[in-house]
């Protein structure tokens, strides 16, 4: 596998080496794979840097690998547009691993920044698990040059820094101190009034009783239908609502849980009075918009030795614990949660917390005129 690898690794660089000769331009060029159109990083990014900066080019390519093998052959030709506007561009911008960025033997003038999907370091990743349960085979990610060529790589906080360091592999010196843009909207009071008219439009239940938001994260190989129903059933239908947000990937068959698909797993959180959460990273999101915070660790034994944690979960964890349904469900309903708690990891964690997008914004277009 690592010989067919290098040998593809090897005929991609001899194609780039050709689009290499190519004159570079004033631009900065965004790539991910966590979807087929803009995230919400990117897109705020991207406006920002149009409205600040239109003398800048800009350019998204953006589009998941998966499927079978006619999406997966459909890839390798949107890499050679990767390809060219790699080597054409002053600036590119990455929210996950990139193929052609790593593999690639790139002009020593880019600048590549790693801007990662995913606020805060809680479950381990990236190089701290190759070889591991839940991580790449070590042969393909050294044939793969898993998270190569990085010139910044953004953290949210300095307490996340050397868990971001150690997954991608990188000297602190390379490690750059930057919320995304996803904070401000996260802040933003008109962005929140904007979210809670359309669901209050939506769900007009919700102005009358409590609404209690189940965010867990995504098992490869385990259905928790039955452990959300067990918790769900635990909370009086005549006084709460509760509402099942599934990662993406997640599969769910609850008959006592509200599964809303109309609205972001941030946007429902707006309409929160408490979150629930397990080992999903959505726990930076709801501590920054203050939220009362619980944990549902049904599978801690399990979880926590399969992945790991950059963390000491039990100990940083900013509200109630618990693997019991029914005694989750009374810590809710009794309002234990410490909002004094839940600000101080927010800002352990999330260090900026405003004008993020204009500052990585400006970031960004400082390394136009470096190069």
């Known amino acids: 596998m690592t010989i067919v690898l290098k040998v593809f690794t090897t005929l991609l660089n001899l194609i780039f080496a050709v689009f290499k000769l190519l004159p570079v331009k004033d631009k900065i060029t965004f790539i991910s794979r966590q979807a087929n159109e803009k995230t919400e990083d990117i897109q705020m990014l991207g406006d920002e840097l149009a409205e600040k900066y239109p003398e800048i080019g800009l350019v998204f390519l953006t589009r998941k690998l998966d499927g079978g093998i006619a999406r997966k052959i459909g890839y390798c030709f949107h890499m050679l547009t990767q390809m060219y506007h790699i080597a054409t561009s002053k600036v590119v911008i990455l929210d996950s691993y990139c193929i052609c960025i790593s593999v690639l033997k790139q002009r020593e003038s880019l600048t590549v920044i790693q801007m990662w999907h995913a606020l805060g370091s809680l479950k381990r990743f990236g190089l701290s698990i190759v070889g591991e349960g839940g991580g790449r085979d070590a042969g393909v990610a050294d044939a793969m040059a898993m998270h190569k060529n990085y010139t910044w790589v953004l953290t949210s906080g300095e307490a996340c820094l050397p868990n971001f360091a150690e997954a991608f592999g990188y000297g602190e010196e390379s490690m750059k101190v ?56 635990q909370f009086d239908p005549e006084k ?77 964890m900013p509200g109630f614990i618990s693997p019991d349904p029914a005694e989750l469900a009374e810590a809710v309903c009794e309002d234990r949660y410490d909002l004094g708690k839940v600000e101080e990891f927010s800002r352990r964690y999330v260090a900026n917390q405003e004008n993020c997008t204009a500052q990585l914004a400006e970031f960004a277009a400082g390394q136009i005129k470096i190069n």
């Open 178 to 233: 930057m919320s995304l843009p996803r904070v401000d909207k996260l802040t933003d009071e008109a962005q929140k009034a904007d979210a809670l008219k359309r669901i209050y439009e939506r769900y007009p239940e919700f102005r009358e009783k409590k609404v209690v938001v189940y965010a867990p994260t995504f098992r490869k190989s385990k259905d928790i239908s039955g452990e959300t129903d067990e918790l769900a059933k």
């Open 240 to 316: 709460y609502i509760f509402v099942l947000k599934k990662h993406p990937l997640m599969e769910a068959n609850c008959s006592t849980a509200m599964i809303d698909s109309e609205f972001t797993t941030l946007e429902m959180m707006y309409a929160a009075d408490y979150v629930i959460c397990d080992y999903s990273a959505v726990v930076y999101e709801a501590a920054i918009m203050r939220k009362p915070l619980f944990f549902y660790t049904f599978d801690y034994e399990d979880y926590g030795v399969e992945r790991d944690f950059y963390i000491d979960y039990k100990k940083e």
